[in-house]
């Protein structure tokens, strides 16, 4: 017989700020899943990855801006959400704080859990550091992925919302054939809240 079980939680991780020392827990949306088809036993890890994503076309035109006609101008950066199903592979174990590590070497930018005058001004200074596209931040994501033997097939779907598009950017990288699909759910997407 077929079957599948999956279990979804809040996992907490105490997250030290930039700068100013203080710290906090940040909170991860994490769900395991066990597939079995046709005799066949996978296990799949789903984490939810919350970052900023600050766009290099704005900032490069808020740089121009600046040195051109002396104008401030301020480059838009938008909250973002990855979120990242692999097959595990093998018998090697895969801590839920590994996942996040890998998430982290992807894209540097995550949410912060504390922040003081000096945390913002360092985060501030890290997303100028590494503007991303959502094209950028999925192939990002996916080359961590593939570097790790323990994962297998993969999906990564992100989603920067927009502040000053009126609809949100998204995209969609897998790899194998468990995800593999002709079609969407249309709320694939809209699922990605952060």
Known sequence: HDA??????????????????????????????????????????????VYSSTCPCSLELSEHARESRSQLATPHSQRSVARISAVMEGDDRLWFEDMVALCRRAVATETQVMVKREDEQAFAELNAANPIFVEDAVRAFAQQLLADPRFGDFRVVASHQESLHSHDAVSLLTEGPTFAQVSLDPMTFAGLRA
């Open 4 to 49: 599948r079980l999956m279990m979804r939680l809040r996992y907490p991780m105490r997250r030290r700020s930039l700068r100013s020392g203080l710290e906090g827990f940040q909170y991860y949306d994490i769900a395991l899943e066990i597939v079995q088809t046709r005799g066949v036993t996978q296990r799949i890890v789903h984490l939810d990855y």
